[in-house]
């Protein structure tokens, strides 16, 4: 498996205040909260064929 790639994120504070109370909702980091949303949204953009399938792969992260 290939090593994540880290990257800086600028993202204003009322979103990350919103996709903090997401992620402890659905027991995820703030990280692992968005990279779910991104698999979803890319599945999701190449027809949705494996949008399901995606985030059945994506375990929380802690």
Known sequence: ME???PFLLR???ALWAELEAW???ELRSV???IE???KQ???KR???AGSQAASAKT???H
């Open 36 to 38: 779910y949303l991104l």
């Open 46 to 48: 190449k027809g949705g």
């Open 31 to 33: 990280n692992g909260q």
């Open 3 to 5: 090593p994540r790639k």
């Open 23 to 25: 992620a402890q909702d």
């Open 11 to 13: 993202i204003d504070p």
């Open 59 to 61: 375990p929380p992260s």
């Open 41 to 43: 949204a890319v599945a």
